[in-house]
């Protein structure tokens, strides 16, 4: 068991409990901080972990051009060529500005899997279909996972809270937050689909694509939100990384302290053999 979820050694420890910090290690950072400073942590890794208001501007807008497109020639090529052209250029400003890229290639491989997928079958409502099939496998993963034990949710922002896996063995409210988060993103997405393929299979290209444009963001910023706030009531994430770190500065100062006692252990013997040892009363 690796110290990313090694089980905690404090028979009192509870959700609700930090246990003290082994000798030669610092607490935790977060462990004392107060509500607006958990507040403050958890909505900076939700905002890094999806992307914020221009990771949705991103995942938006490309979907948007093809329909309004779509809706005014009925020109599937030119409205596919659009959509990925505006992904592109989007990928493109994230590369020039040196950002994170992730969002915006996730869009653009989306984006070109829906063009792809049109152009072979001649259908433009296939457009949305690769998109709305990863909808659908996102939102089983989260509710697998979760019934598994393992929250997706937890996956995603472990290592954005630093924490990796620990939760999952050493932070049991946590792991409990997660997993409520989960079941919200599993279900409103499920909920998603349950609107989107009746859809695909009785309304028209445009109707569709509306309907999908506007069920982009309200239930993104919903599951978000219900994220945030299992977040914010959850214990205070355990920065793994920084325990690595104090306990390899305590090993060596523990290596340093033991080569000075080495180092002055000859001039000792030798001040010994000066003095003609120890002399003992007669």
């Given at each position: 068991?690796?110290?990313?979820?090694?089980?905690?050694?404090?028979?009192?420890?509870?959700?609700?409990?930090?246990?003290?910090?082994?000798?030669?290690?610092?607490?935790?950072?977060?462990?004392?901080?107060?509500?607006?400073?958990?507040?403050?942590?958890?909505?900076?890794?939700?905002?890094?972990?999806?992307?914020?208001?221009?990771?949705?501007?991103?995942?938006?807008?490309?979907?948007?051009?093809?329909?309004?497109?779509?809706?005014?020639?009925?020109?599937?090529?030119?409205?596919a060529?659009?959509?990925?052209?505006?992904?592109?250029?989007?990928?493109?400003?994230?590369?020039?500005?040196?950002?994170?890229?992730?969002?915006?290639?996730s869009?653009?491989?989306?984006?070109?899997?829906?063009?792809?997928?049109?152009?072979?079958?001649?259908?433009?409502?296939?457009?949305?279909l690769?998109?709305?099939?990863?909808?659908?496998?996102?939102?089983?993963?989260?509710?697998?996972?979760?019934?598994?034990?393992?929250?997706?949710?937890?996956?995603?922002?472990?290592?954005?809270?630093?924490?990796?896996?620990?939760?999952?063995?050493r932070?049991?409210?946590?792991?409990?937050?997660?997993?409520?988060?989960?079941?919200?993103?599993?279900?409103?997405?499920?909920?998603?689909?349950?609107?989107?393929?009746?859809?695909?299979?009785?309304?028209?290209?445009?109707?569709?694509?509306?309907?999908?444009?506007?069920l982009?963001?309200?239930?993104?910023?919903?599951a978000?939100y219900?994220?945030?706030?299992?977040?914010?009531?959850?214990?205070?994430?355990?920065?793994?990384?920084?325990?690595?770190?104090?306990?390899?500065?305590?090993?060596?100062?523990?290596?340093?302290?033991?080569?000075?006692?080495?180092?002055?252990?000859?001039?000792?013997?030798?001040?010994?053999?000066?003095?003609?040892?120890p002399?003992h009363?007669?």
């Amino acid at each position: 068991m690796t110290s990313y979820d090694r089980p905690p050694t404090d028979p009192d420890a509870s959700p609700g409990h930090q246990a003290p910090a082994p000798a030669g290690l610092s607490a935790p950072p977060g462990a004392g901080a107060g509500p607006d400073a958990g507040r403050e942590v958890t909505e900076a890794a939700l905002f890094e972990a999806f992307g914020g208001v221009r990771g949705m501007v991103e995942t938006v807008l490309p979907g948007l051009l093809f329909v309004a497109i779509f809706t005014v020639n009925k020109d599937l090529h030119i409205s596919a060529i659009a959509a990925l052209a505006v992904s592109l250029v989007l990928c493109a400003v994230r590369l020039i500005r040196r950002d994170t890229v992730k969002h915006a290639f996730s869009g653009v491989f989306g984006v070109a899997f829906g063009v792809v997928f049109a152009m072979m079958t001649g259908n433009a409502k296939d457009f949305y279909l690769p998109g709305m099939l990863y909808t659908l496998g996102l939102a089983l993963a989260y509710i697998v996972t979760t019934l598994a034990g393992v929250p997706l949710i937890g996956l995603i922002l472990g290592p954005v809270f630093k924490e990796n896996l620990s939760w999952r063995t050493r932070n049991p409210g946590r792991k409990t937050a997660y997993a409520k988060a989960s079941w919200a993103w599993g279900l409103i997405l499920l909920a998603k689909c349950l609107i989107l393929f009746p859809l695909y299979w009785w309304a028209d290209t445009t109707q569709l694509g509306w309907v999908l444009v506007a069920l982009k963001i309200p239930p993104f910023l919903l599951a978000l939100y219900l994220t945030w706030v299992f977040l914010v009531k959850a214990p205070a994430p355990i920065d793994v990384f920084a325990e690595m770190e104090a306990q390899e500065k305590a090993e060596e100062a523990e290596r340093d302290r033991q080569r000075g006692l080495l180092a002055t252990a000859p001039d000792a013997a030798a001040a010994d053999r000066r003095g003609g040892g120890p002399r003992h009363r007669r």
